[in-house]
């Protein structure tokens, strides 16, 4: 029986996506990401993302005359199951590769992308990605080692904090952060006053707040998701923590405000990509998402919806749906928000896949995100 | 030394919800030799059951009735029906693996029918701080504390005041006997699975505010409940309620004096050492082997 | 008795001609999970030797998984060969499993899944945080596949018979194990442990043995997972994946030789059959695994069991009610 069973159950797969790869019109992409599992929000953010993004392109007529068509496969947050169903998804022969997000996730397959020559466009934030010379991978937001610097350098220059306590979640997010972030303080000579962990979906930050106010640092940066921001939050201004406390869009988000009330006001941060964002188009872009999934999006649905309309652009440009052109015609693109609102703010793609796009420091005063700075495009 | 007293509080606090889901756990375990490992996804439902029955456009009372109502049904007697008896007699095994299985299907159905998203949830104790010799101390960890302390009371009052609790006591000590003196076995085995239920309703209701209504909750809240119950003695209620303020404070004194980092090893340490010397539990009684 | 065994060896012999013919044509996926399910099945095989021949609950098999994937990961990604970080897998997992086994099985039968468990996030903590060895959070990646008799098995097809001999391997010394004197006594001591000892089995020393040998088995399995994903990090080590490899040897049918074969088949191939459903794929698995052990809490090859006794207890009534006939008939 087993043999049987075994060999008709994966033949049907086989069947299956040949139907998909046969089938003429629409252009077949392939997102695989972490619907289930701990990274369950960030796969299910990015997988709205998509799909909002995919639905309005279609309702407007497609690319090149041509529908959009996205399959959604589940990693279950594990890079083995990650790896298998890019496999089956490059066995495929989608036009596009979409995801993952974890950095672990990525590196485990962008290699098969590259081997399968297909670009593979993913939301992993870990600097090394870019930098190992894959020429099918892209970012959809700032990699750590583009944001890390400009966090460090406002420390830096304007809060002349000579200490800092570094608060981080212990995955592969939090520790790229906190790795990347280290590295610039020591140029600066600014020195670490406290170096904590925390668990991602801890509730109670009473243990590591007392660390922060027994090292006494000149600020505190902190960089764990949403949710545990909005804790941490409440617990250092329970215990009177008063320095300047700075993060990343998960520390000055909208979300972050909304859960932790007062606690939030004062806190700061560089926001690369944010639903807050002070631009017309992701205003926009939010009021559409809160209208189809009532809620309101993290940078992981903007990243998703970012990925769709980095594939139009480009597709567009070429003027052909050309899989193996892609990746060479988004090297050293520009796309402009005037030519392709979906794009949001003017957006370069390097060789290496990274993105350069303007970025902001921003602050939360009486529950309401301040634009202190915009920090300008790099490559202008 | 000031912020000992911080630690111990928030410890306690959390501590005390870790004691309300170990103790709903041992009290399967006496009166039907069922390991749960649902039991952390029990205490994640009920908070959606109340969000979905508010969602509808009901107060929050009106949802915190429904939702314990449903959870009665739904964790007591339907998880007793449609899974502990059909399993039971095949042994712990079996059961315990069903309950794994449970434990995925409740979590996905939860991402699924809800969202992934963590929600916001209202809270039956107010917001804000107090100030207790000095200290500021949220209010929400103090009402967490006594409310638990609250149920556990209730619960022992029951098991040993009066004679339904000493006829679940004799059931669970010793089902055949229980039988011949005319205990009603079943229907007091029914009556855990129903205690159990309220209790994960109750815990779900004190810590949702604080953890926010998310699928992924029961996960974390499982596996330090467990502990607790055998750190306590997984045969003892008291056992378990010790062990669960024990395991939150030794969390957050291992993550402020030991290391952040291992924070979620200390009381595994204590767990095993525990085990090496004192295997009945801090509370427990040794188990007569019963070969 | 000995009729009935040729068909059985026939049967077999297609199954494994089948395993080695029929994915030839796969496609990469195919064959990747096809390989997983080698994998899995390997370390089930160690749990089943623990659970089900031994009776002892074991929730750390995940855990030694984990240690043989990171001796591989490091091992070969500093340029030694796979054979080697496959003995440095088994002899760490034996002398893990009987250091962690022997304190536990002299207080108590049960404590044993209890210090497991313990060990089993013990262990993800240590693989997380000690960067210096594991590279922690970020794991390790671009692990090469080894070159068997100066044959590489980068692709996926070679790489597959790599996990097929492997386990076939594996299968064979089970197979000898279980019906060694080792392997009755194994048995003895689950059916009844007074009576193991009253007959003069050292029955702690017999299910520490049990014990540290499936905890080696499961440390194969992981030399073997690491140059598959060729990416090792932490996450996939967690609790979960101990619960997950007792699940298959419950469902596949604990104590059954091939229990641990259906087993995975179900953990590994059931959840990628129903992804056609989407987000309700994995509320359908549990439910389905669900059903099925209240409909045998014995397993698959529980079902199977209890279909041959009946039948068999059918054929023997028959036998009787005729030769009961035959009594009566006869004059």
């Not at chain 1, 200490?163 to 979640?169: E, G, R």
């Not at chain 2, 003892?236 to 402020?256: E, K, M, T, Y």
């Not at chain 3, 903590?125 to 068997?148: A, C, H, M």
Request: include cysteine; glycine fraction near 10%.
């Amino acid at each position: 029986m087993k043999p049987v069973f075994l060999a008709s159950a994966l033949l049907a797969t086989v069947l299956t996506g040949a139907a998909i790869a046969q089938s003429g019109a629409p252009i077949k992409l392939a997102n695989v990401a972490e619907l289930s599992g701990g990274g369950a929000t960030v796969g299910t953010n990015w997988k709205n993302g998509i799909d909002l993004a995919i639905e309005e392109i279609n309702s407007k007529g497609g690319v090149l005359g041509r529908k959009l068509e996205v399959t959604h496969a589940d990693s279950q947050s594990n890079p083995g199951v990650a790896r298998a169903q890019v496999q089956k998804a490059l066995d495929a022969e989608p036009y596009v590769l979409l995801g993952p997000g974890y950095s672990g996730s990525v590196k485990v397959t962008a290699p098969l992308a590259a081997e399968a020559g297909i670009a593979q466009i993913m939301g992993g934030e870990a600097a090394e990605l870019t930098t190992a010379g894959n020429k099918f991978l892209f970012r959809t937001s700032f990699g750590q080692q583009s944001s890390m610097p400009k966090v460090a350098k406002y420390i830096n220059d304007d809060l002349k904090a000579k200490s800092v306590a570094i608060v981080w979640v212990n995955n592969d997010f939090g520790k790229g952060g906190r790795d990347s972030i280290s590295k610039e303080f020591a140029k600066y000579n600014i020195k670490v006053a406290a170096d904590l962990s925390t668990e991602a979906g801890q509730a109670d930050f009473a243990a590591d707040v007392s660390k922060i106010k027994a090292a006494a640092p000149d600020a505190v940066f902190v960089y764990v998701n949403e949710e545990e921001s909005a804790r941490i939050l409440k617990e250092l201004k329970r215990q009177g923590v008063t320095v300047p406390l700075v993060g990343e869009t998960t520390l000055v988000g909208q979300k972050v405000v909304e859960l932790a009330g007062d606690a939030a006001n004062g806190a700061r941060g560089h926001v690369g990509l944010t639903t807050d964002a002070p631009v017309e188009l992701v205003k926009a872009f939010r009021d559409k998402f809160v209208k189809k999934y009532n809620y309101v999006p993290d940078h992981n649905g903007l990243k998703g919806w970012l990925a769709i309309y980095m594939i139009k652009a480009t597709t567009e440009k070429m003027g052909k749906v050309d899989s193996k052109g892609f990746a060479d015609a988004l090297h050293g693109f520009t796309i402009t928000a005037a030519k392709e609102p979906g794009i949001l703010m003017d957006a370069t793609f390097d060789a290496n896949g990274d993105i350069d796009r303007q970025g902001f420091l921003v602050e939360i005063v009486e529950g309401k995100q301040v634009v202190k700075q915009v920090l300008p495009k790099l490559g202008n | 030394m000031s912020n000992l007293l911080d630690l111990l509080i928030a410890g306690l606090a959390t501590g005390a919800i870790y004691a309300i889901v170990a103790v709903g756990f041992t009290l399967l375990w006496q009166t039907s030799q069922t390991i749960n490992f649902a039991q952390g996804e029990f205490v994640m439902l009920p908070a959606f059951l109340m969000l979905a029955v508010m969602h509808a456009g009901a107060p929050f009372w009106v949802a915190i009735v429904i939702g314990i109502a449903l959870s009665l049904l739904l964790l007591g007697l339907g998880f007793k029906l449609l899974l502990v008896d059909p399993m039971l007699r095949h042994g712990v095994l079996p059961l315990a693996i069903a309950t794994m299985a449970l434990a995925i299907g409740i979590k996905e159905a939860a991402k699924q029918f809800w969202s992934a998203e963590a929600s916001p949830f209202p809270s039956i104790i107010p917001g804000g701080d107090i100030t207790i010799f000095g200290r500021i101390v949220a209010l929400q960890s103090i009402g967490v504390l006594v409310l638990a302390i609250l149920a556990v009371l209730g619960l022992t009052t029951l098991l040993n005041r009066t004679s339904i609790g000493h006829q679940m006591q004799a059931a669970a000590q010793n089902p055949t006997v229980a039988r011949i003196v005319g205990v009603p076995v079943e229907r007091m085995i029914l009556l855990t699975f129903l205690i159990n239920a309220f209790l994960v309703a109750l815990a779900s209701l004190l810590i949702t505010p604080i953890y926010l209504a998310k699928f992924s909750n029961g996960e974390v809240l499982g596996q330090a409940a467990f502990i607790a119950a055998i750190v306590g003695g997984f045969n003892q209620v008291r056992g378990a309620i010790a062990g669960g303020l024990l395991i939150g404070v030794v969390d957050n004194l291992s993550a402020a004096y030991v290391s952040t980092q291992y924070r979620a090893a200390v009381p595994l340490v204590l767990l095993i050492a525990i085990i090496l010397f004192r295997p009945q539990g801090m509370m427990g009684r040794p188990e007569e082997r019963t070969v | 008795m000995t009729a009935a065994k040729y068909p059985k060896i026939g049967f077999g012999i297609v199954v494994i001609a089948a395993l080695i013919i029929v994915p030839m044509n796969f496609n990469r996926y195919g064959l990747f999970i096809l390989s997983q399910w080698a994998v899995m099945t390997i370390a089930a095989m160690g749990l089943n030797l623990t659970l089900g021949y031994a009776g002892q609950v074991s929730l750390a098999q995940g855990a030694f998984v984990g240690i043989g994937a990171y001796a591989a990961a490091i091992m070969t990604s500093n340029g030694l060969p796979l054979i080697a970080a496959l003995g440095v897998a088994i002899v760490l997992c034996f002398v893990i499993g009987w250091i962690l086994g022997y304190p536990a099985l002299r207080v108590q039968h049960h404590y044993l899944a209890f210090v497991t468990l313990a060990f089993s996030t013990l262990a993800f903590l240590v693989f997380r945080n000690e960067d210096w060895l594991t590279k922690g959070i970020y794991g390790i990646s671009n692990i090469p596949r080894p070159e068997i008799f100066g044959y590489p098995t980068r692709r996926p097809l070679p790489f597959y018979y790599v996990c097929l001999g492997s386990l076939g391997i594996v299968s064979l010394a089970v197979w000898w194990l279980i019906r060694s004197p080792w392997g009755r006594a194994f048995i003895a001591l689950r059916e009844n442990p007074v009576r193991a000892l009253s007959l003069g089995i050292d029955t702690r020393r017999y299910t520490l043995m049990a014990f540290a040998i499936g905890s080696a088995l499961g440390g194969i399995a992981g030399t073997l997972y690491a140059p598959l994903t060729q990416y090792v990090d932490p996450v996939p080590f967690h609790l979960s994946l101990s619960l997950d490899l007792l699940m298959m040897v419950i469902v596949g049918g604990s104590g059954f030789f091939f229990g641990p074969f259906l087993g995975a088949m179900i953990a590994v191939l059931l959840p990628e059959w129903l992804r056609f459903t989407q987000g309700y794929y994995l509320m359908l698995y549990a439910i389905a695994v669900i059903g099925l052990l209240i409909y045998s809490p014995t397993g698959i090859l529980g079902i199977l069991d209890r279909f041959i006794s009946e039948r068999r207890t059918k054929a023997a009534s028959a036998l009787r009610a005729v030769a009961k006939a035959k009594l009566e008939t006869a004059p």
